[in-house]
Every structure is written in C-alpha cells, then in structure tokens.
C-alpha cells in the first residue's frame, strides 16, 4: 500500500463511494483525463500537491496520475480533509496522502515535509504553504523543481510578494487568476459553501437575519448574493473603494465594520486579510452573534483577542463554540476560524471545482512542457487554456452559443465604421 498517515483506512469503500458521486460532476476534468491517460504528458513526474484532501481533489489527483505523475498529496488546511477520502486514495487508488481532519500544526507541517522528501519537480498548492515551506527549509530540492501551479487567492498574492522581493524560484501559474476560476469557483462556490457550511454548523434560519459580510471580491459577492437569496439582509464592509462601490449599487448597504458589528446576526469574513473582526468590533456585538471565516486562513477573526476578553468559552455543538463576554453577552466562532466552507461542509461542489482542477491539471502540463524556459515569475494560465475550460463546460451543459459572422469579425476588427 502507498504509504501514508491518514485517520482509519477503514473509511476507504465510503470514501470512493463519494470520489465517484464528485466525478460524475465533474465532465470537463473527466476529458482531461482520458486524453491524459492516452497522452501521458507527466509521464514520470514528481508531483506534490498540498490541497484541501476533499472528493474534487481526489478526482485531479486521479487524473493527474492518469497523465503518469508519480503524485503525493497532503492538506492545505488543517480542518479541511475528508477523512474517508484520504483513506480512499491510499486504499483504493495507491496514491500517497498525508492528512487527517482535526491536526495539529505540528502534524500539519509534518505532513508537508513527508510531501517534500519525495522531491517534487512540480508543486501543487492552496494557499502556498507547500511553496513557502521548500524556499523557507528545504532549499536544497529547489533546483529540482520544474515550476508550480497555485489554486486561490491568497496563495497568489503571497506567491507576487515573493517575485517582488526576487525569492521565487521557480515559475507558477496562477490557477486563480483564469476566469474559468475565479469568476466561478470564488463567486459561486464560495458562495453555496459557506453559507452550506454556516447553516450546517448551526441550523440557524437565515431569513430575517442581518449578515454582515466582510469583502466584496469574488468570494464576497457570491456569499452577500446566497445570502440574500435566503432572506438575509446583507450588510457589506470593504476597504478598497472600487468593490464598495460595485457593493452599494448591487443594492446593499456598505458600512465600516465598527458599525456593522452592532448590526450584525451573522458575520462572514472573506477578505484574505488579518484581524478584521477584532476586540472593538466584539465589545460592540449583540448577544448570539455568529462569527465564520471563509478566506483562506484563520486570521481574519482576532480569535486571541476573543479568548482573552472572554470570561469562558465552552463546545456548544461540533463546530461552534460559545465565547462569554463581560456582561454576559455571548458570541459564537465557527469552526475555529478556519474556512467554514470546509471545516463544517464539503468545500465547493464538484460542478464547480471540475473548471479550477482542469486549470491545475492543464497547468501542470504546461509546467512540464514549457516551465524550463519561464522566468522565476508568477504566470496567468494561458488564455486559450481558459477558453477551452469554457467552451467544454458549456458543452457538457448542453449549451450551444453564436459564433461570429464574417461580417461581424471584420466589423470588430476595423475602426473606420462610426456613427
Ligand atoms: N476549495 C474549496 N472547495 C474545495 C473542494 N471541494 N475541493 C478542493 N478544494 C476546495
């Protein structure tokens, strides 16, 4: 058996049970598959991947290994695997994986070193973990690395701030940056999950209630629109003026978080950024407020500071615990801060984790043909790999488009028709 650390191999059977469901969802990673394993493009290759150990990355992870990539996995969260799945993989399909719900950080990074030792020559990351952890220790098996691909936001925007300071590497594509990701997977996954995730953990009606969301990137959109799908009224809060502007006119009221913080029932933080909820921001809260994140890491609730003003704090329910402030108001944190999406739901449905996973794998292609020619840059996925990611999905939904005339694309293409 390949090795591995996982929870309880006994979860294998339940586990490939789902990896199928997802796979059945997932026809655009299906194609992919099957011309890589005629092609094999990785044949050889060392890859190792660092992602949330969810049913949709089991299924890349199979067609990665269907191209001839020798693939080792290990999670990029420590709240966010699948423990059935992981068992899976080892047992049913022979692919290594290093990752249990529920670890500590010392077991985590322990895991990250077991998928470095096998010297990867391309990286797969979510949130660049795996990245940091090779440049920051192991610099040795740098020069073995081929390139990188990186699935979200913030791993991207750590990946810039290395190419800005001339510590990169190696090349990566920024999985992220293709539309057929971000402009899905961030707004409508994100969006269904981590209301999924909020509404698991506690049952809660969100009809009524004032959701104060914290962002309005990608994520932000997709969870302020579900949200109010249901009912809620949708309070933003945004830094940057641009996005609270698109905010206000998308109809919802826009409000530094000092002042939402007094309205708010539920508060969803999705801005990739440190500390935004924090000790003003809990003095303020009503009794029974609701605290989730669902950006990448759990930073964005100041959890110290809540712990340190709290008078106690005790498990009300898996993923909810009780914060009793002074005075005796009590605020709830989901799942310990930690994308809620995962921790206490399934991560983005298959459907739409199908186009951000052909983008990994047809971004780890391109590393292997063209990644020793790049610069030690962070990279776009090319646009007609993104075109096509499209042109499939449509097509495995049974949606047909127009295409340009000839008339039409010499019109496009000339500026001397005016008024
Ligand atoms: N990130 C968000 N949802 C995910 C999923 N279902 N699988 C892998 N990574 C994810």
Not at 167 to 184: C, E, G
Not at 314 to 324: G, I, K, L, S
Request: hydrophobic residues 45%; aromatic residues 6%.
């Amino acid at each position: 058996m390949a090795e591995h650390d996982v929870k309880d191999l006994g979860q294998a059977a339940a586990g490939r049970l789902r990896i199928e469901w997802a796979e059945q969802s997932m026809p655009v990673l299906r194609q992919v598959r099957e011309r890589f394993a005629k092609e094999q493009p990785l044949k050889g290759i060392r890859l190792g991947a660092c992602l949330h150990v969810t049913t949709e990355t089991a299924v890349l992870m199979l067609t990665l290994k269907a191209g001839g990539a020798q693939v080792v996995l290990c999670a990029s969260n420590p709240l966010s695997t699948q423990d059935d799945t992981a068992a899976a993989l080892v047992k049913e399909y022979g692919i290594p994986v290093f990752a249990h719900k529920g670890e500590d950080n010392t077991r985590y990074y322990r895991h990250l070193e077991a998928v470095l030792s096998t010297r990867p020559q391309v990286t797969m990351d979510d949130g660049a973990d795996l990245i940091t952890q090779l440049h920051r220790d192991r610099r040795e098996l740098l020069p073995d690395v081929i390139g990188g691909t990186e699935e979200t936001t913030t791993g991207v925007v750590r990946l810039r701030a290395m190419e800005k300071e001339g510590v990169l590497a190696f090349p990566v594509i920024a999985v992220n940056d293709a539309d057929t990701k971000h402009l899905f997977d961030n707004r409508y996954g994100t969006g269904q999950s981590t209301i999924d995730g909020v509404l698991r953990a506690t049952n809660i009606l969100l009809a009524g209630k004032t959701v104060v969301v914290a962002g309005y990137g990608m994520c932000g959109r997709g969870v302020a629109a579900r949200a109010n799908g249901m009912g809620a009224h949708v309070v933003v809060t945004e830094v940057e003026p641009m996005r609270a502007l698109e905010a206000v006119m998308d109809g919802f009221p826009v409000m530094p978080m000092a002042k939402a913080a007094e309205v708010g029932d539920v508060f969803v933080t999705v801005t990739g950024n440190t500390s935004v909820i924090r000790s003003e921001h809990f003095a303020r809260m009503k009794d029974g407020a609701i605290l989730a994140n669902s950006g990448h890491f759990n930073v964005e609730i100041d959890l110290d500071a809540l712990a340190k003003t709290a008078t106690a704090r005790r498990q009300v329910r898996p993923f909810v615990e009780e914060f009793t402030m002074p005075g005796n108001r009590r605020v709830y944190v989901l799942g310990e801060g930690r994308l809620i999406n995962l921790a206490s739901a399934e991560g983005h449905p298959a459907a739409v984790m199908d186009m951000s996973f052909a983008n990994q794998a047809l971004g780890a292609e391109f590393m292997v043909k063209r990644g020793r020619s790049l610069e030690r840059k962070v990279y776009v996925v090319p646009i007609d790999i993104d075109r096509e990611i499209a042109r499939l999905k449509l097509a495995s939904m049974g949606v047909a488009i127009d295409t340009l005339s000839a008339e039409q694309e010499s019109y496009l293409a000339s500026w001397r028709h005016g008024t």
